[in-house]
C-alpha cells in the first residue's frame, strides 16, 4: 500500500492519533520529502562530521582539541564574534534608526549600502579591507602612526567581523523600527517622558527581541567567516589563527580527523550560544505578546 | 501673552455654573489641502464632561489631538485655566490622553504602565517608590483592576486594557482628560456597561474631560455637553437635551437620531406640508422649508382626521414598538408606534393620517 492510499482512506489515518487532523492532503508525503531532504543536506554531513574525529579515540580527539594552537584559535574565532556582534548591537541599532526615523537626501543610497557586506563576495572583502588597514593603506598607516597595529592583528579580524555582521544587525531592527506604534510614543510623551526617556524606555525594549536575533545571526555569521579575514588576519599560528583557518591547514596537512575534530567543536560551541541567544529570545518575546 | 491677562474665572459669575476651563477660540489646521479643521470655538467648564460628535472626517480627533499638544493648529487660541496652553510643550501640559487603541507599553507590566508618568518625572519631583506603589494601587482598584498589575498588556481583554491606559492618564493627576473614541474598539455589550462606570469614574475623579466620539447614543448619554462638528466646523453645542430637542441644523438633526423629511411652506405662522395644515413652530423660517420629525414621534389618525395622507405598506412588530412602513408623498416612511398609539386594524392597504407631533423646521435647501 502506497502513502497516498493509506492517507486516503479515514480510518486508517486514525491509527495515527498523534498526527493533528488537516484537512490538507499530502501530509504523508510532504513531511517524507521534508525529512529526507533535512536528512541529506544537513544531518548527514553533520553527522559525518561527529564520528570522524573519534577514529582518533577519545584520548586522541582530547589531544587533538587540547593543543594550544587549536585552543587558541577557537579562543580567538568565537571571542572577536563575540566582541564584533556586540560592538555591532548599538551602532545597528544607531543606523536602523537614522535610516528609518529620519528623511534626508541619501538616504536609499545609505540604506543600500547597508547591504553591501552581506553582497560582496567575502574575499572581494577581505581584499578591499586589507588593502586600507595594511600598514601602506590608507587607514592602516594613519593607526600605525598612533602605534596601532591594525591588518595582520587580532584588532584586523575584529574589523572584518564587525564589517560582514553589521546587516544582520540593521536589516533585523529596521522593520520592527518603522512598525512601531507611533501612538505609543505620543502617549509616552503626554505622561511627560521627555525624548531619551522615550527611547531608553518606551522604543528600545520594544526592539530586544529582534535586536537579539540580529545580534545571533552576526555572531554565527562571524564564527564561520573564512573569506574576508583570512587575508587581513596575518594568520600568525597561536596569534591571529582563526579556526576556520586551521581546520583548511589540518586538511591540507591530511589530518582529517583533526579538522573534524576542530570542527565538531565549533559546531558544538556555536550551537549552544544559539541555543543560550534563543531561550533569552524568547524570554523577551513571551514578556511582550505572550 | 502675559498668563494673567485674561481672569476668565471671573467672566460669568452670575450664572453659578463653575468657571469656565477650557477656551478653544477660531482654532484651524489643515493637512496639506485637506482642512481638518476651520475656525472651532468652544468652550468647556471645569470638571466638565464634554463630548466632540462627528462623523468620521469631521475634525473631531484633530481637535483632540491639538488639545493634547499633538497637532499644531495653524491658527487659533486654546487657553486653560486661563493660560496659553499652546506654548506649553505636551510633556509639561498634564493631559491625560487616552488613546482609541490604548497605546500601551507592551513590555511593560500593568503597573510599570500605571507608574510611566510618575517614574519620568524628574528625580526632584518624583514620588517614593512606596509613594509610586500606593498610587498604581489606588489607580488599580478604582479602575477595578486589583490584582492584575504584574499581567502584561497582551494578558488582558480590551475593556481591561481600555482602564489601564485610563489609569495610566489618571496618574499623572492631569489638568484634563481626554479621550479619543474610548469605546470604538469594544463590542457592543462591554461598552454600554463601561460608560456609566466612566461618567461615574468621571465624576469621583473631578476632571474637566473631553471625549471623541461618532456614537450619538454615547455622547447623548454620558456627556453634560455635546459638540457637533462637521467638516472642521462646530455645528451645535449644547447640553443632550438641547442639541437632540432644538437641532440647530437638518444635519445635527439627521446626526442625533433617525429623521424623517419633507418639503413645505411656511406662510403667516401657518406650516404646509402636502395636504396637511397646522401651526408653524416658533421662529419657523419664512417661505420654503424642509420638514424634520422624529419616526417615533408621529400621531396616527383615521383618514377624515388631521396629518398627512399615508398609505400603510408594511407593518412588522418589534418588541414592544410595530413599525409601520407608510408610503407618504411618494416617499417611503419608516414610522414607529406603541401601545394605545397604534392605529386599530393596521395592515398593508389601509390609508390613514400621519401627524408629526413635533415637526422642525428648516430653510429648504436645494441639494439633497
Same mark, same amino acid.
Given at each position: 500500500?502506497?502513502?497516498?492510499?493509506?492517507?486516503?482512506?479515514?480510518?486508517?489515518?486514525?491509527?495515527?492519533?498523534?498526527?493533528?487532523?488537516?484537512?490538507?492532503?499530502?501530509?504523508?508525503?510532504?513531511?517524507?520529502?521534508?525529512?529526507?531532504?533535512?536528512?541529506?543536506?544537513?544531518?548527514?554531513?553533520?553527522?559525518?562530521?561527529?564520528?570522524?574525529?573519534?577514529?582518533?579515540?577519545?584520548?586522541?580527539?582530547?589531544?587533538?582539541?587540547?593543543?594550544?594552537?587549536?585552543?587558541?584559535?577557537?579562543?580567538?574565532?568565537?571571542?572577536?564574534?563575540?566582541?564584533?556582534?556586540?560592538?555591532?548591537?548599538?551602532?545597528?541599532?544607531?543606523?536602523?534608526?537614522?535610516?528609518?526615523?529620519?528623511?534626508?537626501?541619501?538616504?536609499?543610497?545609505?540604506?543600500?549600502?547597508?547591504?553591501?557586506?552581506?553582497?560582496?563576495?567575502?574575499?572581494?572583502?577581505?581584499?578591499?579591507?586589507?588593502?586600507?588597514?595594511?600598514?601602506?593603506?590608507?587607514?592602516?598607516?594613519?593607526?600605525?602612526?598612533?602605534?596601532?597595529?591594525?591588518?595582520?592583528?587580532?584588532?584586523?579580524?575584529?574589523?572584518?567581523?564587525?564589517?560582514?555582521?553589521?546587516?544582520?544587525?540593521?536589516?533585523?531592527?529596521?522593520?520592527?523600527?518603522?512598525?512601531?506604534?507611533?501612538?505609543?510614543?505620543?502617549?509616552?510623551?503626554?505622561?511627560?517622558?521627555?525624548?531619551?526617556?522615550?527611547?531608553?524606555?518606551?522604543?528600545?525594549?520594544?526592539?530586544?527581541?529582534?535586536?537579539?536575533?540580529?545580534?545571533?545571526?552576526?555572531?554565527?555569521?562571524?564564527?564561520?567567516?573564512?573569506?574576508?579575514?583570512?587575508?587581513?588576519?596575518?594568520?600568525?599560528?597561536?596569534?591571529?589563527?582563526?579556526?576556520?583557518?586551521?581546520?583548511?591547514?589540518?586538511?591540507?596537512?591530511?589530518?582529517?580527523?583533526?579538522?573534524?575534530?576542530?570542527?565538531?567543536?565549533?559546531?558544538?560551541?556555536?550551537?549552544?550560544?544559539?541555543?543560550?541567544?534563543?531561550?533569552?529570545?524568547?524570554?523577551?518575546?513571551?514578556?511582550?505578546?505572550? | 501673552?502675559?498668563?494673567?491677562?485674561?481672569?476668565?474665572?471671573?467672566?460669568?459669575?452670575?450664572?453659578?455654573?463653575?468657571?469656565?476651563?477650557?477656551?478653544?477660540?477660531?482654532?484651524?489646521?489643515?493637512?496639506?489641502?485637506?482642512?481638518?479643521?476651520?475656525?472651532?470655538?468652544?468652550?468647556?467648564?471645569?470638571?466638565?464632561?464634554?463630548?466632540?460628535?462627528?462623523?468620521?472626517?469631521?475634525?473631531?480627533?484633530?481637535? @483632540?489631538? +491639538?488639545?493634547?499638544?499633538? &497637532? *499644531? $493648529?495653524?491658527?487659533?487660541? =486654546?487657553?486653560?485655566?486661563?493660560? %496659553?496652553? /499652546?506654548?506649553?510643550?505636551?510633556?509639561?501640559?498634564?493631559?491625560?490622553?487616552?488613546?482609541?487603541?490604548?497605546?500601551?507599553?507592551?513590555?511593560?507590566?500593568?503597573?510599570?504602565?500605571?507608574?510611566?508618568? @510618575?517614574? +519620568?518625572?524628574?528625580?526632584? &519631583? *518624583? $514620588?517614593?517608590?512606596?509613594? =509610586?506603589?500606593?498610587?498604581?494601587? %489606588?489607580? /488599580?482598584?478604582?479602575?477595578?483592576?486589583?490584582?492584575?498589575?504584574?499581567?502584561?498588556?497582551?494578558?488582558?481583554?480590551?475593556?481591561?486594557?481600555?482602564?489601564?491606559?485610563?489609569?495610566?492618564?489618571?496618574?499623572?493627576?492631569?489638568?484634563?482628560?481626554?479621550?479619543?473614541?474610548?469605546?470604538?474598539?469594544?463590542?457592543?455589550?462591554?461598552?454600554?456597561? /463601561?460608560?456609566?462606570?466612566?461618567?461615574?469614574?468621571?465624576?469621583?475623579?473631578?476632571?474637566?474631560?473631553?471625549?471623541?466620539?461618532?456614537?450619538?447614543?454615547?455622547?447623548?448619554?454620558?456627556?453634560?455637553?455635546?459638540?457637533?462638528?462637521?467638516?472642521?466646523?462646530?455645528?451645535?453645542?449644547?447640553?443632550?437635551?438641547?442639541?437632540?430637542?432644538?437641532?440647530?441644523?437638518?444635519?445635527?438633526?439627521?446626526?442625533?437620531?433617525?429623521?424623517?423629511?419633507?418639503?413645505?411652506?411656511?406662510?403667516?405662522?401657518?406650516?404646509?406640508?402636502?395636504?396637511?395644515?397646522?401651526?408653524?413652530?416658533?421662529?419657523?423660517?419664512?417661505?420654503?422649508?424642509?420638514?424634520?420629525?422624529?419616526?417615533?414621534?408621529?400621531?396616527?389618525?383615521?383618514?377624515?382626521?388631521?396629518?398627512?395622507?399615508?398609505?400603510?405598506?408594511?407593518?412588522?412588530?418589534?418588541?414592544?414598538?410595530?413599525?409601520?412602513?407608510?408610503?407618504?408623498?411618494?416617499?417611503?416612511?419608516?414610522?414607529?408606534?406603541?401601545?394605545?398609539?397604534?392605529?386599530?386594524?393596521?395592515?398593508?392597504?389601509?390609508?390613514?393620517?400621519?401627524?408629526?407631533?413635533?415637526?422642525?423646521?428648516?430653510?429648504?435647501?436645494?441639494?439633497?
Amino acid at each position: 500500500m502506497t502513502a497516498q492510499a493509506i492517507l486516503a482512506s479515514p480510518t486508517k489515518a486514525r491509527r495515527r492519533p498523534w498526527v493533528q487532523h488537516s484537512i490538507l492532503p499530502g501530509f504523508g508525503l510532504s513531511l517524507g520529502i521534508t525529512l529526507a531532504y533535512l536528512g541529506v543536506i544537513v544531518v548527514l554531513p553533520l553527522v559525518a562530521l561527529a564520528i570522524r574525529p573519534w577514529e582518533l579515540g577519545p584520548a586522541g580527539v582530547f589531544h587533538a582539541l587540547a593543543a594550544p594552537r587549536v585552543l587558541a584559535a577557537l579562543k580567538l574565532s568565537f571571542g572577536l564574534s563575540a566582541l564584533a556582534a556586540l560592538l555591532n548591537a548599538p551602532l545597528g541599532v544607531l543606523l536602523a534608526w537614522t535610516l528609518t526615523r529620519y528623511q534626508f537626501p541619501g538616504r536609499r543610497i545609505l540604506d543600500a549600502l547597508v547591504d553591501l557586506p552581506f553582497a560582496l563576495p567575502t574575499a572581494v572583502a577581505g581584499i578591499a579591507l586589507t588593502a586600507i588597514y595594511a600598514p601602506n593603506g590608507a587607514l592602516g598607516a594613519l593607526a600605525a602612526k598612533v602605534g596601532i597595529k591594525t591588518a595582520y592583528s587580532p584588532l584586523g579580524i575584529f574589523i572584518a567581523l564587525v564589517f560582514i555582521g553589521l546587516p544582520f544587525v540593521v536589516r533585523s531592527l529596521q522593520p520592527v523600527l518603522q512598525e512601531l506604534d507611533h501612538e505609543v510614543e505620543e502617549a509616552a510623551t503626554t505622561l511627560g517622558a521627555n525624548s531619551l526617556q522615550r527611547a531608553v524606555r518606551v522604543i528600545l525594549p520594544a526592539l530586544g527581541p529582534s535586536l537579539i536575533s540580529g545580534i545571533s545571526l552576526a555572531f554565527a555569521r562571524a564564527v564561520g567567516e573564512y573569506g574576508s579575514v583570512v587575508f587581513i588576519a596575518g594568520n600568525l599560528p597561536g596569534k591571529t589563527e582563526i579556526a576556520p583557518l586551521l581546520i583548511v591547514i589540518k586538511l591540507e596537512s591530511y589530518d582529517y580527523a583533526g579538522a573534524a575534530a576542530v570542527g565538531l567543536a565549533m559546531v558544538a560551541i556555536s550551537f549552544g550560544s544559539l541555543v543560550a541567544i534563543n531561550g533569552l529570545q524568547l524570554m523577551l518575546a513571551r514578556r511582550g505578546r505572550a | 501673552m502675559p498668563e494673567n491677562s485674561l481672569p476668565t474665572a471671573d467672566t460669568d459669575p452670575a450664572k453659578g455654573a463653575s468657571p469656565l476651563s477650557l477656551e478653544i477660540s477660531g482654532v484651524s489646521k489643515s493637512f496639506g489641502r485637506f482642512p481638518a479643521l476651520n475656525g472651532v470655538s468652544l468652550q468647556a467648564r471645569d470638571k466638565e464632561f464634554l463630548a466632540l460628535l462627528g462623523p468620521s472626517g469631521s475634525g473631531k480627533t484633530t481637535l @483632540l489631538r +491639538v488639545l493634547a499638544g499633538l &497637532e *499644531r $493648529p495653524d491658527a487659533g487660541e =486654546v487657553r486653560f485655566d486661563g493660560e %496659553d496652553f /499652546l506654548s506649553i510643550p505636551v510633556r509639561r501640559r498634564k493631559v491625560g490622553m487616552v488613546f482609541q487603541h490604548y497605546a500601551l507599553f507592551r513590555h511593560m507590566t500593568v503597573a510599570q504602565n500605571i507608574a510611566f508618568g @510618575l517614574s +519620568v518625572r524628574p528625580r526632584r &519631583e *518624583r $514620588p517614593s517608590k512606596s509613594d =509610586v506603589a500606593d498610587r498604581v494601587a %489606588d489607580l /488599580l482598584k478604582l479602575v477595578q483592576l486589583e490584582g492584575l498589575g504584574g499581567r502584561f498588556p497582551a494578558q488582558l481583554s480590551g475593556g481591561q486594557r481600555q482602564r489601564v491606559a485610563l489609569a495610566r492618564a489618571l496618574a499623572i493627576e492631569p489638568r484634563m482628560l481626554l479621550l479619543d473614541e474610548p469605546f470604538g474598539a469594544l463590542d457592543a455589550q462591554v461598552r454600554r456597561e /463601561l460608560r456609566r462606570w466612566l461618567r461615574d469614574l468621571h465624576d469621583r475623579a473631578g476632571v474637566t474631560t473631553v471625549f471623541v466620539t461618532h456614537d450619538q447614543e454615547e455622547a447623548l448619554d454620558l456627556a453634560d455637553r455635546v459638540a457637533i462638528l462637521k467638516d472642521g466646523t462646530l455645528r451645535q453645542l449644547g447640553t443632550p437635551n438641547e442639541v437632540y430637542e432644538n437641532p440647530a441644523d437638518p444635519f445635527v438633526y439627521d446626526f442625533l437620531g433617525a429623521a424623517c423629511r419633507l418639503p413645505g411652506v411656511v406662510e403667516d405662522g401657518r406650516l404646509t406640508v402636502a395636504d396637511w395644515e397646522t401651526k408653524a413652530p416658533k421662529d419657523a423660517p419664512q417661505g420654503r422649508v424642509d420638514v424634520f420629525f422624529r419616526p417615533n414621534e408621529v400621531m396616527f389618525a383615521p383618514l377624515d382626521g388631521a396629518g398627512l395622507a399615508a398609505e400603510v405598506t408594511a407593518v412588522a412588530a418589534r418588541g414592544p414598538d410595530v413599525r409601520i412602513e407608510c408610503l407618504i408623498e411618494g416617499k417611503t416612511f419608516e414610522l414607529e408606534a406603541r401601545g394605545p398609539g397604534i392605529p386599530s386594524g393596521v395592515a398593508p392597504g389601509l390609508s390613514l393620517r400621519v401627524k408629526p407631533l413635533r415637526p422642525k423646521v428648516y430653510p429648504a435647501r436645494v441639494d439633497a
